[in-house]
């Protein structure tokens, strides 16, 4: 909420029950270093202490969550169950996990967080009807798993006296502003001169500690007055629906008082509240990123600078976007730019200039004069004097002399998605491979793109391209270690190579990236393997592949069942990813010994998965390092709409296919 926030100074810290469910038992993350990389759940259980409400087991939810109009549910604990039910335990160093949720009629219930507690929340009844939820894991800037819907029914009070109020609540968007119990007040109403509040919604405490509003606008409403209205004022006041905005006029104190008037007098008036009004309305910059063309190619985060302007000569770069970073990680841009403007500086401006800037927009065209290295610097001016100045950001200007220092790895993609790579995730140490080439005998020549990354990546973890379009930069391929293929590069696109297998066996790939003719980057060898389509798996032909606890594949001898239900469960029957979305987890299973309808999860000590789709255009495997080396489970992105299948191998470490399974419908579905 720009140019306006509430301080709470006090938080109401609830305490964690322990969780019972049937027989399950906890199963804690011993090794955060190793498991903190996903939450591969199957089941959900919803409870307020020791009672359980509601479970999602087996593609069930098995209970309704019910509450009244007004009533306070909570603090609700919602843990994830893996597939042995046990109840999964995130131990607090896997900081990047927590609970969202989603598809709720906010008209009906409104679903907060508790503070200090990411596995947490409250409902409250805010109109009678139905509705549903949906739990997820979140995960960095993505979702693990997302529950079946929970069905929630709010019921009206019937046949009871209107509750009396002992305190009140001022919520925005979940966030609680201010706390009145009796006549303690906790926290205040910032807001700056000049600018209007968002909504502001209005919850009255009874001697029981639940939250209401007044069901009845014709007999009770809200009404409220502020004791200087010089410094501030009601901008609205929905006496009828309980929330009201403030208007900031001028520098200073004020207070505000709240009543519920029935009947023509006041049931209830709130203590004074406080309302500061600060002068200046402008959010506070603690970073910034400049993007190109959806790309990042600067991010700040206090004193650390994450990559740099490279530019040939001559070369341009133009309709660079800066967006600021404030402390809650937000991105902004001034919004007055009368007022708040970028100032954009280059210490030596014979490499390089800025020219176009746009303070309406903040962006910036940035180009090269002649070889060397610089320093931009990007700040905010406020009335005048700079609010914020960035660190030194590096300009470099090669020229053609010398290579950019940000390039450190390289993918091999077909199609748009990769199968193998090299130094994908400097964290697991230099020289590292990920994945496999596959080919199939007999098939024909598979053409493929060498796409050199950079240090960035997307919110997805995901490395961002390296611009090797200068001429300065060339690459050559090598294969080694056999006969089973043959490579041939394409002359228009040096980017670009062609394998065709020759005979069953492997072979190894190697990716020098040189700079005016001097080698600056070598891979290190990526196995290709040429697999016999003949060749049957007889043992190996029997997988079940789940998400978020729901069936959605089972192959049994060799057969994909696409039947209405099997081992009496749902089942989906193929794969389903929404264009232009990314799904969350599908993990593979094989079936337990002797029982088709449990699953077992496959040792990945000495296999990986490769993955194989009949048309990549439509849909594709997300590899990023979030889950590096975590082949049982997968992300799936939906590109354009339509029907493909994905198959996929199961390579071992001595670089044979152990098995590929049959082919496996996907569908992207056009939302």
Known sequence: MKYFKAVLYAAIVLSIAALGFVSCTDNPVDDPGEDCDHIDADGVVVAIGDSTISVQWLGQVSDTIHLHVGDTLGPITVSFLDPDSNVIVVPPSCADHELRWTGHDESIVAVNAVSGQRWQATAIGVSGGATSIRFRIWHGQHSDFTSLEFPIEVEEHHGEEHPEAEGLRLVHDGDTLVWVDGSTVTGEIELHHEETSEEIDVWFIDDHGDLFQPDDPDEVWLTGSIADTTIANFASLDSAAFGFTLEGIEEGMTELTL?????????????????????????????????????????????????????????????????????????????????AWIVLSVADTSIADVFGVDTVNSTFGLRSKSTGVTELTVEIYHDGHSDYASPAITVDVN????????????????????????????????????????????????????????????????????????????????????????????????????????????NTLTIELLHNDVVFKTSGAIP?????????????????????????????????????????????????????????????????????????SPSMSSRTFVFEFADSSIARVVNHPVHWGEDRVFHVEGLTSGMTQIRIHSVRSNLSVEYTTPWIPVEVLNP
């Open 259 to 339: 009543s519920i008037v029935h009947d023509g007098h006041a049931d209830y008036t709130s203590p004074a509240i406080e309302v500061h009004v600060e002068e200046g309305g402008h959010q506070e910059a603690e970073g910034l990123r400049i993007v190109s063309q959806g790309d990042t190619l600067v991010s700040i985060d206090g004193s650390t600078v994450t990559g740099e302007l490279a530019l040939s000569t001559p070369d341009s770069l133009e309709s660079l976007e800066v967006w600021f970073v404030d402390h809650d990680d937000s991105l902004f841009r001034p919004e007055h730019p009368d007022e």
């Open 399 to 506: 020229g053609g002399s010398s290579p950019s220092s940000t390039i450190t790895a390289v993918a091999v993609e077909y199609n748009s998605s990769m199968l193998a790579s090299w130094n994908y995730d400097e964290e697991q140490g230099a020289n590292e491979i990920f994945g496999y080439i596959v080919l199939e005998e007999g098939a024909g020549s598979y053409s493929f793109d060498a796409v050199w990354l950079d240090t960035l990546r997307d919110s997805y973890g995901v490395r961002l391209p390296a611009d090797i379009s200068n001429s300065a930069y060339t690459l050559r391929y090598s294969l080694t270690g056999g006969s089973a293929a043959q490579l041939s590069e394409d002359p228009q696109d040096k980017a670009r190579f062609s394998l065709t297998p020759m005979i069953t066996g492997t």
């Open 528 to 600: 290709i393997i040429v697999r016999n389509s003949t060749v049957s798996n007889p043992d190996s032909a029997s997988f079940i592949i789940t998400k978020s606890g729901v069936w959605y594949i089972s192959c049994i001898d060799g057969v994909v069942n696409t039947a209405d239900s099997v081992c009496d469960r749902g089942l989906v029957g193929q794969l389903e990813v929404d264009e232009g979305e990314t799904t969350d987890l599908f993990s593979y299973y094989l079936p337990e010994a002797g029982d088709d309808c449990r699953r077992d």
